[in-house]
């Protein structure tokens, strides 16, 4: 009888957090398509549910040759007016060298590689912005960063003893053309 009235409560708790997650899965469909109707819908676009205030990734290849715009939606309600979203590079490239280390059959150091992040666009720098467009001028894996800052708490909340929920859906739209041909 103890252990079906503590499966019970953990059997909701599963079914709300998947019904959740599936809720998020499809929210990049509620982003705004872009003007430019060459643009198509990428297969890398996805949603998901957040949590306020932890960064989350989402890991994408850029190819040579075509423009990207990349956009965002969320739910303002939980998560506020605005998201704070980079877009990085992932290098790999050698750690810094140290004396200490895995050393070869030489005695030498053999050098260590780790993933260099280079932020090549952020929104705080551009008022905010909801989209970024731009064209690849190599195929290279990038991040798209997002983070949730939380609606502000409101004081008659905490005096009822409610707390706002911190999980909310974000959706990324990631749409691409071929880089039109310019000049002669």
């Not at 990734?57 to 990349?70: A, F, S, V």
């Not at 007016?81 to 060298?97: C, F, L, Q, S, T």
């Not at 705080?124 to 195929?139: G, N, Y």
Request: net charge neutral.
């Amino acid at each position: 009888m103890q252990i079906r009235s503590l499966l019970s409560p953990i059997a909701i708790a599963l079914a709300v957090c998947t019904m959740a997650q599936s809720e998020c899965s499809e929210y990049w469909k509620s982003a705004p398509r872009a003007s430019d109707v060459r643009f198509s819908v990428n297969g890398q676009s996805k949603g998901a549910s957040v949590q306020v205030g932890v960064p989350t990734e989402l890991n994408i290849i850029i190819y040579k040759g075509q423009d990207y715009r990349i956009s965002f939606v969320y739910d303002e309600k939980i998560i506020g007016d605005h998201v704070v979203a980079r877009i990085i590079e992932k290098v790999r490239g050698p750690k810094k060298p140290s004396t200490s280390g895995v050393k070869g059959q030489d005695g030498q150091v053999k050098p260590t590689f780790e993933d260099i992040k280079k932020v090549i666009w952020d929104n705080q720098d551009h008022d905010m912005a909801d989209a970024v467009e731009f064209t690849a001028t190599s195929t290279k894996r990038i991040a798209v960063e997002l983070t949730a800052p939380g609606v502000p708490e409101d004081p008659k909340d905490a005096k009822r003893g409610r707390t706002p929920s911190d999980i909310g859906c974000v959706g990324i739209l990631i749409e691409h053309m071929p880089t039109p041909a310019i000049g002669f």
